[in-house]
């Protein structure tokens, strides 16, 4: 089992960015994907979810209503779409698959002016 983030980068307060995580070693589209994030110096925490098959989804309240998540079961992708960030959303950003417990490297997100 494989999962590589990219898309992360520097951007202004109010800007967008899309995360995507390529995945690989199982069968994408029968599992639910998560993505997490770990600001500088606190825990890892919970950002959104998409659940596999039924393709519910499901986000933290710091983020509801700005960010999307989505996949691709074509291209094993899934994508998290930020939008009007803010300095808080500076964080490492990780995909994750529950069911198998796997964790990707995690991407650099950071908003500053």
């Known amino acids: 089992v494989q999962l590589v983030e990219s898309g992360g980068g520097l951007v202004q307060p109010g800007g967008s960015l899309r995360l995507s995580c390529a995945a690989s070693?199982?069968?994408?589209?029968?599992?639910?994907m998560t993505w997490y994030r770990q600001p500088p110096g606190k825990e890892r925490e919970f950002v959104a979810a998409?659940?596999?098959?039924?393709?519910?989804?499901f986000y933290a309240d710091s983020v509801k209503g700005r960010f999307t998540i989505s996949r691709d079961n074509a291209k094993n992708t899934v994508y998290l779409q930020m939008n009007n960030l803010k300095p808080e959303d500076t964080a490492v950003y990780y995909c994750?698959?529950?069911?198998?417990?796997?964790w990707g490297q995690g991407t650099q997100v950071t908003v500053s002016s």
């Open positions: 994750h698959t529950p069911r198998l417990g796997s």
């Open positions: 070693g199982f069968t994408f589209s029968k599992y639910g």
């Open positions: 998409f659940t596999s098959p039924d393709g519910s989804t």
